[in-house]
């Protein structure tokens, strides 16, 4: 899908979709969707392949596009000028050829012998995800997990800088969580103009979340990330990414369990009838 730019105060253009098309988690990192990628305004952002056309990328490779990132920026920190395809894989928990893979989509083939120039690297990953540009936050919903997304110290080096935080609460409103003071429910459309807010983040129950996310598209929103357990209805133009942890946890009980399963037919194969066990040299 191509996300487009959103549009400020306007009323939410139809026709609405039901937003449950890309979950983080490893089963949508899994996913084998193309993402067209866009630019970011005009700061050249996209994945332009070496022909100079702009490539569709998996979703699986988008996402380990940002790991990449996180591991060549570490790598940078620490002074590295040029990293290996093997280097750069081992770090990043990717098979090399699966990293190659991803690379050439945005034209990174590195240089034989060897490998990839760090700083050229980030820059095409940058381009290619968007990040040429910082994309500021709106938290809405200010409790256990509001706080928590407020106060964490992560987001704006990464490019997300946190620059407004609403909830209902009267004991909340106006007190700094993070450094920035909690606004109103009400004031998200008029607040998120003003501050350029481009991500909603949603943790507020399920029940207020459907009517929080149309007040953070009447600001001009152009992409929500929800960790209320709800389906939320957005314009076309909107971005939704759902977050829900206990996805991860079924995940990582559904691995488990095929790897007992697996231990258990091992032993019973391994058993001979007479209750003797079979020896196996390789
Ligand atoms: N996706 C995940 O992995 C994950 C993990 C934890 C929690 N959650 C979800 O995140 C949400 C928040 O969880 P929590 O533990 O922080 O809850 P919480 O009860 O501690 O906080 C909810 C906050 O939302 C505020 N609120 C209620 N209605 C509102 C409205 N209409 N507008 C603005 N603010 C409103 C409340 O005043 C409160 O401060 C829940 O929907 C929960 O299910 C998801």
Redesign the pocket.
């Known amino acids: 899908m191509v996300a487009q730019r959103g549009r400020r105060n306007g009323p939410a253009p139809a026709p609405r979709r039901a937003s449950e098309v890309s979950e983080v988690s490893a089963a949508g990192a899994a996913s084998d969707a193309l993402i067209e990628p866009v630019g970011d305004g005009g700061a050249g952002a996209g994945a332009p392949a070496a022909s100079g056309t702009v490539r569709a990328i998996p979703e699986a490779a988008v996402a380990r596009l940002a790991v990449y990132l996180r591991v060549l920026s570490a790598m940078a920190e620490q002074g590295a000028t040029t990293v290996s395809s093997e280097e750069l894989s081992a770090a990043a928990g990717v098979n090399s050829a699966k990293l190659r893979k991803d690379l050439s989509y945005i034209g990174s083939y590195g240089t034989r012998g060897v490998g990839y120039e760090v700083q050229v690297l980030i820059g095409q990953i940058e381009r290619t995800l968007g990040l040429t540009r910082k994309h500021k936050v709106a938290v809405?919903?200010?409790?256990?997990?509001?706080h928590a997304l407020a106060n964490y110290g992560g987001f704006p080096g990464r490019g997300f800088p946190v620059e407004a935080l609403?909830?209902?609460?009267p004991d909340?409103i106006g007190v700094p969580v993070g450094g920035v003071p909690v606004s109103h429910?009400d004031e998200i459309p008029e607040v998120c103009a003003e501050r350029d807010i481009s991500i909603g983040v949603i943790?507020?129950?399920?029940t207020?979340a459907q009517?929080?996310c149309d007040r953070l598209v009447a600001g001009g929103v152009q992409c929500i990330l929800n960790?209320?357990?709800v389906v939320l209805q957005v314009p076309e133009h909107i971005e939704v990414r759902k977050?829900?942890?206990?996805v991860e946890l079924q995940i990582l009980s559904f691995h488990v369990a095929r790897r007992t399963a697996g231990e258990a037919e091992g032993r019973a194969r391994d058993s001979n009838a007479d209750g003797t066990k079979d020896v196996v040299v390789s």
């Not at 977050?243 to 206990?246: C, G, R, S």
């Open positions: 809405v919903g200010i409790g256990n997990l509001g609403f909830d209902i609460d909340l429910l943790a507020t129950p399920p207020a009517s929080v960790f209320a357990p977050v829900d942890l206990a």
